[in-house]
């Protein structure tokens, strides 16, 4: 069992949308905040997705990170992750641009292409502040996560250049195997951080079995060459953190893959989920890590060698 346990905080993300809940930060000023909040809490790592300050609509160019990325460096040591998953709806090349441009420490990569149903919370919210959230939601009934093996190679090829790491997103099992194939290849070193993601609709589940299946797997494939850490989307979110955490993994928790801080209560900040899911940990005996400790453990090159 992991001595430390990492905890991610991804603050807002480009699945909900702002009409959901008043407290989904938007503005580069709410991110960064948000951010430094969960920092503050017991975040070792914060993941970073920027919007259209006056839509809300997720903007993937690095002229929307920049005024996040450097009040976040300013006044936390917590370890930078950008976002290369951007919105579903745009190309690998408009998502690779931020993290092409800073050189963060940790960079996400999506890990296969995929249907990512975002449809069915059209029957939970109705009414709508922007004209961009229905269509943007209703579309994902038609459309494919593209993320093919040249995609991930261009994206492992780009970031790798710098000295980035990546956050290494599973939605399912054969994403896993893919990960196996491009080590196997050289393109991408160990420790790996393998990202599980669990609940969203066209990838795995969140049953128990699920949780314990992609365990079982990464253990398989990779050996004492990666760490583990998992998210559960929406409800499920505090349920496979404490599973995970049993099991010797790390946790991720955020507005970004959760509004919610219990059953019909929305989360009133990211940092509030971060110390809910810090007492699961502490309350079995755990001790989380600290941004260095997080340094250490996943090998990063070190915030003196960020781009911004």
């Known amino acids: 069992m992991a001595k430390k346990v990492m905890i991610t905080c991804a603050v807002t993300g480009a699945i909900h949308t702002p009409s959901m809940s008043p407290h989904l930060p938007v503005t580069p000023q709410q991110v960064a905040t948000a951010a430094i909040e969960a920092a503050e809490a017991g975040a070792a790592l914060v993941h970073i997705h920027a919007r259209d300050p006056e839509t809300g609509r997720p903007d993937q160019s690095p002229e929307a990170f920049a005024p996040i990325l450097q009040v976040v460096k300013q006044a ?5 992750n950008i976002t290369t998953g951007g919105a579903p709806t745009m190309t690998v090349q408009e998502r690779v641009r931020p993290a092409e441009q800073f050189r963060p420490e940790v960079a996400s990569l999506n890990m296969g292409s995929m249907n990512f ?6 029957s939970r919210f109705s009414e709508f502040k922007h004209d961009w959230e229905e269509p943007y939601l209703a579309g994902s009934t038609s459309l494919i996560f593209k993320n093919t093996f040249a995609d991930i190679e261009y994206i492992l090829t780009t970031c790798a250049e710098n000295g980035t790491r990546f956050e290494i997103e599973c939605y399912d099992i054969g994403h896993l195997y893919t990960l196996a194939h491009f080590a196997d290849r050289g393109i991408v070193k ?4 393998i990202q599980s993601v669990f609940g969203i609709l066209g990838g795995i589940g969140t049953d128990p079995e699920d949780v314990m299946h992609m ?17 559960g989307a929406g409800r499920h979110q505090m349920r496979i953190a404490a599973m995970a955490a049993g099991m010797g993994g790390n946790v991720r928790v955020g507005l ?7 059953p019909k209560q929305l989360a009133t900040s990211n940092a509030e989920q971060v110390t809910q899911v810090r007492k699961l940990i502490e309350g079995m005996g755990l001790e989380i890590a600290t941004p260095d ?10 915030a003196d060698k960020v781009g911004f």
């Open 76 to 80: 936390t040591d917590a370890v930078v």
């Open 215 to 231: 365990k079982r797997t990464a253990d398989r494939l990779f050996g004492d060459q990666f760490h583990w850490s998992v998210l």
């Open 256 to 262: 970004e893959d959760s509004l919610w801080i219990k």
């Open 190 to 193: 160990p420790p790996f951080f």
């Open 117 to 122: 149903g975002l449809y069915p919370m059209l």
């Open 293 to 302: 400790e997080a340094r250490g453990m996943l090998k990063l090159k070190g």
